[in-house]
């Protein structure tokens, strides 16, 4: 039965994150009186979607809940009314619901939003509370990953070969297993392709699996960096805990935005006979390096040469995690600008960042419109922004626009209008820049899906 072992590799980040939660919130509004109280959870489990506000019985249970995001509260028992409102540019939409529900008296409800955000649904798991005791562990697992095909689970003894033994267990999407009481101890979970334990999609891991936790586990599709294209969700109703293949890599890209540089070699450690990425040049992005997680010292020198080294930097990277260095400025003053990656495609809108890669600019305002639009009319999208600063993620309706980059309380363009055409799911960034050898016309570095 698919991880029926699992428990809380992470028993005490769990209870430190438990101690800053801001998951208890107020009963909802409206909720029908009952004698005593029940326990209610929201996970959202559906990896396309948007951020969602939860409304039970009229009043709001949470809101803003984002992919892999745990919200509960112990509320008054009786006749529940949920609805799940995605938050998409220019408002909300109703993705589930309304959908009508008994909560009993010490009950435990648990909602997960899952599936595709085009086939959103609820999966209920309904079931009396319990306390476990420290030498236990009691779980119960659901599969949501919709793109996953049936799957042979093992939970063994860690560095168990899998070769010619039996799964634990057999199941496909949208089955639940549990719940489950197990003794706590090590484990180590490996999910395979039915019937082939040699095409193993997941791998745990060793798993130190501590008593005392009541958890539910979500085989959740890897929005990531991570190999595998599976990762489980660790919830104890309070906080939730992604958990990565074992081998898991950090991804790594580099940009060159260094206007009066030559084309450069990137090198990990000192080995300047073997370049991890050659001869870059201006405006252009490598190839995805994926590099073990840890510490990593990178130099940047002129294609072919030792020295000068003009960029000398230590990065720290996170198993799953997605990196894009900016080489920036002029050589003179010349500087890695590390930035973090989201991949993760959200159906319902196109997420849009600005990175201000432009020594000669000066701060600026950053302007987002419909085509042909006077910005002298509209407020910008972001005002004063200065070198080396970035927008973050912007949430934006499909749709054409132009971006036009002004000095920052000017309404001269510096740059564009460039037309852009932004899709649904799409992930875009755009980077402003200086012309080749630095100075005017300034222009974009347009990456990711354009």
Do not use: W
């Amino acid at each position: 039965m698919f991880l029926k072992k699992f428990l809380s590799i992470v028993a005490a980040a769990l209870f430190l994150a438990a101690c800053s939660s801001d998951s208890n919130d107020p009963v909802p509004t409206g909720s029908t009186a009952g004698s005593g109280s029940a326990d209610v959870a929201v996970i959202h489990a559906s990896a396309d979607a948007p951020a969602v506000d939860v409304i039970v019985n009229g009043g709001t249970f949470t809101s803003g809940l984002e992919f892999g995001q745990v919200r509960s509260s112990t509320i008054i028992p009786g006749a529940l009314t949920v609805e799940v409102e995605g938050i998409v540019p220019g408002g909300n939409a109703t993705v589930i619901g309304p959908v009508d529900l008994a909560l009993g008296d010490g009950e435990k409800l648990t909602i997960i939003a899952s599936n595709d955000v085009a086939a959103i649904e609820p999966i209920v798991i309904s079931e009396a509370r319990a306390s476990v005791s420290a030498s236990d562990v009691r779980v119960r697992v659901v599969h949501t990953a919709p793109a996953a095909p049936m799957v042979d689970v093992y939970v063994s003894a860690p560095g168990t070969d899998i070769t010619g033994e039996a799964p634990t267990g057999t199941f496909s999407y949208g089955e639940i297993l549990g719940p489950l009481t197990i003794p706590a101890g090590a484990y180590q979970i490996q999910v395979a392709v039915a019937g082939d334990p040699t095409a193993v999609v997941y791998d745990s891991g060793a798993l130190d699996l501590a008593g005392g936790s009541d958890l539910t586990i979500l085989a959740i599709p890897d929005t990531g960096a991570a190999s595998a294209p599976i990762s489980l969700l660790v919830v104890n109703d309070v906080v939730a805990t992604e958990i990565l293949d074992a081998s898991a890599t950090a991804a790594v890209r580099v940009v060159h935005a260094s206007p009066d540089a030559p084309n450069v070699d990137v090198v990990a450690g000192d080995d300047f006979s073997a370049p991890v990425v050659s001869d870059l040049a201006y405006t252009q992005q490598s190839a995805q390096l994926d590099l073990a997680p840890g510490s990593i010292n990178v130099k940047v020198v002129p294609t072919g040469s030792e020295t000068p080294v003009v960029i000398d930097a230590d990065l720290a990277l996170a198993a799953g995690e997605s990196y894009r260095v900016y080489a920036t400025g002029l050589l003179a003053d010349i500087a890695p600008l590390v930035l973090v990656d989201d991949l993760r495609a959200i159906a319902t809108e196109a997420r849009l960042r600005i990175v201000h890669a432009s020594p000669s600019a000066g701060n600026v305002d950053v302007y987002l419109v419909e085509p042909g639009t006077d910005i002298t009319t509209v407020a910008a999208a972001l005002s004063d922004v200065p070198f080396r600063a970035e927008s973050g993620y912007l949430s934006v309706a499909p749709g054409d626009y132009d971006v036009v980059v002004t000095p920052a309380g000017s309404d001269l363009p510096a740059i564009g209008p460039a037309t852009v055409s932004l899709e649904a799911g799409g992930i875009y960034t755009a980077a402003a820049r200086d012309e080749f050898g630095s100075g005017t016309p300034l222009g974009l570095i347009l990456l990711d899906d354009f």
